[in-house]
């Protein structure tokens, strides 16, 4: 029975004003002790316009958030298939132990001989990354998966100005995230895109007619982002170290093969890794992330400032290029030290795991997805034969002639109570679905989703494209008009002028 | 392993659904020789109580901000952050969510993104921000990055008040761009003056930055400077550390900036021994399209309900790749949250409060130890930090307040390690979570010290 309520809300899905449209002067959700009225020395720059803030009571933005919360949907909702982003479980023993005022409440700036604990919490947490990757050296500074790759090409760059070549070429498969492309140009090289195979991986007779004496190396993810690992990633690696390049190897999909691949034994020179996706920090609706590269030997004088060692007298944080250590970091890439939070939280996270469990976590999450695979492939149309990794591909020539599109699909999914999988990337595969279930998932779950899609497919089949394309139906917001927020945008609230 | 669902018999069943033998089968892809087959050389699987007592047995050699008095700044404040904010942000909701690319499902993202956007543009005095970068130091290396591609030129000035991070943070991320980074360091006992940053503005100056307050604490009026560059055709870039301070100072809009990033972290957020943190960035309409990262806007669904969304990504990486205005993906999402929480409880009151008691503290402070023998404040103005001479090296005076308990400040030369003539000076902040028994304790040991 549907009917409109009073209100707007509808049982527990509860509409919420803009927190700016509740206020009351006056109110507050903070008691803070009286100003003394002492005279600011402020040089005369005494704010006199009024800020805009609301006034709410601590009640009220409880409320507000809380109230927020329910209209999102996150891993701890359900089940969270987002392809190339690794949804797994966000353990909150890493969240309790980030708290740890002897860990959270740390200032950057404190003299080394209070932070020894922090410094080797650093320590130990690259310790971890270096044994799993097989590789000599880690940088911890950079902030997320992006900055990751911006480390690892400023070091190329800054290799290759040492050995004073000129090298600006880089390749990028068509498959890559769009990060990659945009890291290289923003390290001044161009970028040249290499075509993929009819399985999905790199053209190594295109990749190889691109080499030259300006390539400034490659950048391949492997697990590649179709899902598959790159058979030739040795052959890869030779060919670009013969043309005097570099590999750089984007880390995204590490979470398939930690504990049962080594990266440093695939011939890599750099891989940042994502430590919100393979090693469980959350996501948080967006961020914070954290990109911690590994490097080789060739590469490892140029990682940037800050880094930990350590000597006769404890831990020590080198925060200078001018450290007499024969080293030529290419500069510094964030205030301070590196996302320490989540360094924590990663810690926490594989120490849980151990050895044995980060192999049977990496095992799982290739299980999961060809189960996945194999329960979908006679109703949804595979990208590329053979096992995948921990995601699984579809393009869309399943839905041809339904006039049902991939977005039409995946809206319809969210109806049925799941997060939908990535779509429309990457960009080889046309109307793309990507599929990652990742290792906390269980069989149920899957079986659960399989046959919700397998409903839809029979449902698309069936001639329903107007059921498709005005879904979702049952969320708290149906589809949103992004042409028209783009087209006008409106980025702030602002008070109704008289 | 509590984390995995799966049990043997699952594996098995699910081994036969796909028709491989084993595991490893599926790995058959990776080439000979390359596939381990035994973990690797480290520990075991530990129950929760082992890796907790593991991890704070390392807590444990740390000195906790909190736990002595605690003076230090330089781009991290220690200020309360109410209960609440913690709560909310640990709600899964928020804390297990992705980006928001799936708004029919992501609205509590989508509309605190909003509220934090709103927040950032009121306290900055600008028109629009985005929802968030990764911290103060990059939001300084885009601000410049985007001030050259709006102004299609390729050098910026730096004033010598800016934090040492962010300059070496824009001198890195300029450094492959062909953008020249210019301006000298500065000079605790001096300020730039407009005419100095004006000798050095020409014809490709995209941009003049300044901190505001300065990285020496000090509060500068910036209204003639924003004039000269824009007679000249350059930005002005207004960085702060510090958001509390936009509570009681006047904010950077309010002289003209073009564009006013910098650190978010003293609201809602901990410590955390540097990040993560949030990245603020504002700046105004009219240059809103050349904005690297993310941005929320408000829209309809198809029942003509209000409903955000994110917008104007055909600036960003995924959909223009080497054209993008910015690598950025991932930002500080949760960061921002906890900021929009704490403001939201603050509300204007609580903001101009803070703020307040801020400045009130610290000015107490200045005037206890500009009475300690040795100790000179060299500041005229300032906000909660300040800068003060001492008649001994900084570094060894803020050791041995350590060994009497008290985190005294940053001394310069941890900022500056190559300016021997700054060894004497330390950097102090206050703020409203230090006593009046913090402020005699960090007098009593300064004055032993200097003794």
């Known amino acids: ?498 | 392993m509590r984390y995995l669902p799966l049990t043997r018999a699952d594996r098995a069943a699910m081994l036969e659904a796909i028709g491989a033998s084993s595991v490893d089968e599926l790995y058959s892809d990776v080439p000979d020789g390359a596939l381990l087959d035994a973990p690797v050389d480290l520990p075991s699987h530990l129950g929760e109580m082992q890796v907790e007592r593991d991890m704070m047995a390392l807590a444990a050699k740390n000195v906790g901000a909190s736990s002595v008095p605690s003076f230090l700044g330089a781009g991290a404040y220690r200020h309360h952050v109410p209960a609440t904010v913690d709560y909310i942000i640990q709600r899964g909701e928020f804390l297990t969510a992705y980006t928001p690319y799936q708004p029919e499902i992501a609205q509590g993202t989508l509309q605190y993104l909003f509220e934090f956007q709103t927040q950032v543009a009121s306290i900055t005095g600008m028109d629009v921000a985005n929802a968030s970068m990764w911290d103060g130091a990059t939001s300084c290396a885009e601000a410049v990055l985007m001030a050259c591609r709006a102004t299609r030129r390729k050098k910026a000035v730096l004033s010598g008040g800016v934090h040492p991070h962010y300059r070496e943070v824009t001198e890195t991320y300029c450094q492959y761009s062909d953008t020249e980074v210019a301006g000298r360091d500065g000079n605790p006992e001096q300020q730039a003056s407009v005419e100095e940053l004006n000798d050095l503005i020409d014809d490709q100056t995209a941009c003049v930055v300044v901190q505001y307050p300065d990285v020496f604490g000090r509060v500068q009026d910036h209204t003639q400077l924003a004039e000269v560059c824009h007679a000249k055709g350059a930005l002005l870039v207004v960085v702060f550390t510090e958001a509390v301070a936009f509570g009681a100072i006047k904010s950077p809009g309010s002289f003209g900036a073009d564009i006013v990033c910098g650190e978010g972290q003293s609201i809602g957020n901990a410590l955390n021994y540097g990040g993560p943190y949030v990245g603020l960035f504002a700046t105004t309409q009219k240059l809103v399209r050349q904005m690297p990262g993310r941005l929320c806007g408000e829209t309809v669904d198809q029942d003509g309900k209000r409903g955000f969304v994110l917008t104007l990504s055909t600036r960003e990486q995924h959909i223009r790749r080497e054209k993008a205005t910015s690598n950025i993906c991932t930002n500080s999402g949760l960061c921002s949250l906890a900021f929009t929480v704490h403001m939201s409880l603050l509300g204007e009151d609580g903001y101009r409060r803070l703020a307040t008691l801020n400045h009130e503290n610290a000015c107490k402070a200045a005037d206890a130890l500009d009475a300690v023998p040795g100790v000179t404040v060299v500041n005229d103005s300032f906000f909660n930090e300040f800068t003060v001479k001492l008649t001994k090296p900084a570094a060894a005076v803020v050791e041995t307040l350590v060994s009497k308990g008290v985190l005294g400040g940053v001394p310069l030369s941890r900022l500056y390690p190559n300016r021997s003539d700054l060894d004497n000076y330390l950097l102090i902040a206050v703020t409203e979570t230090n006593t009046d028994e913090d402020i005699a304790a960090l007098a009593d040991a300064l004055k032993e010290a200097l003794a």
Not at chain 1, 29 to 46: A, H, Y
Not at chain 1, 133 to 145: C, F, I, L
């Open chain 1, 1 to 498: 029975m549907t009917f409109t309520t009073h209100t707007g809300n509808r049982g527990l899905v509860l509409e919420e004003k803009l927190i700016f449209e509740q206020g009351q002067p006056g109110r507050t959700g903070v008691d803070l002790p009286e100003p003394k009225g002492t005279k600011t020395r402020f040089g005369g720059l005494d704010r006199d316009e009024d800020v805009g803030l609301p006034g709410l009571s601590e009640p009220q933005v409880v409320r507000h958030f809380t109230r927020m919360s329910q209209k999102n949907f996150g891993i701890d909702s359900g089940f969270f298939p987002l392809g190339s982003c690794t949804m797994k479980h966000n353990p909150r023993l890493n969240e309790k132990v980030a708290r740890l005022p002897g860990l959270s409440d740390l200032h950057p700036m404190q003299p080394e001989s209070t932070v020894q604990g922090a410094l080797e919490l650093i320590d130990q947490c690259a310790h971890w990354l270096l044994v799993l990757t097989g590789m000599p050296a880690v940088s911890m500074s950079p902030a997320a998966g992006a900055q990751g790759e911006l480390c690892g090409m400023m070091a190329i760059r800054a290799a290759l100005d040492a050995r004073g070549e000129n090298r600006r070429r880089v390749l990028v498969p068509e498959s890559a995230h769009g990060t990659n492309p945009a890291t290289a140009a923003a390290c001044g090289f161009t970028v040249d895109s290499i075509p993929a195979t009819e399985d999905g991986r790199v053209d190594l007779a295109a990749f190889e007619a691109k080499l030259g004496d300006d390539v400034a190396g490659i950048m391949l993810t492997n697990p590649n982002t179709c899902g598959l690992f790159e058979r030739d990633v040795r052959k890869i690696a030779d060919l670009v170290h013969e043309a005097g390049g570099y590999f750089y190897c984007d880390g995204a999909n590490f979470n398939a093969i930690v504990g049962r691949v080594r990266p440093a034994d695939l011939g890599i020179d750099a891989m940042h890794i994502n430590l919100h996706k393979t090693f469980s920090t959350p996501h948080g609706g967006g961020g914070p992330g954290s990109g911690p590269v590994v490097f080789s030997d060739a590469l490892a004088p140029y990682a940037p400032i800050p880094y930990v060692v350590c000597n006769d007298n404890g831990f020590h944080l080198v925060e200078t290029a001018d450290e007499k250590d024969g080293n030529k970091p290419f500069g510094r890439l964030k205030g301070f030290h590196g996302q320490m939070g989540m360094f924590i939280r990663a810690l926490t996270y594989m120490k849980s795991h151990g050895a044995d469990g980060l192999r049977q976590a990496s095992g799982d999450a290739v299980l999961n997805a060809n189960y996945l695979l194999a329960r979908l492939k006679d109703k949804l149309s595979v990208a590329f034969p053979g096992y995948c990794m921990h995601e699984a591909l579809f393009d869309d020539s399943f839905l041809k002639d339904t006039g049902v599109s991939t977005l039409d699909f995946a809206k319809a999914i969210i109806d049925e109570g799941f997060h939908p999988m990535t779509m429309y990337f990457p960009l080889v595969v046309h109307g793309a679905l990507l599929i990652e279930p990742t290792e906390t998932e269980t069989k149920e779950s899957i079986d659960q989703f399989c046959d919700a899609l397998l409903s839809l497919v029979a449902k698309a089949e069936s001639g329903e494209a107007e059921f498709f394309k005005n879904a979702p139906y049952l969320t708290p917001r149906r589809r949103l008009d992004e042409t028209a927020a783009a087209r006008k945008p409106v980025l702030r609230w602002k008070p109704e002028t008289a």
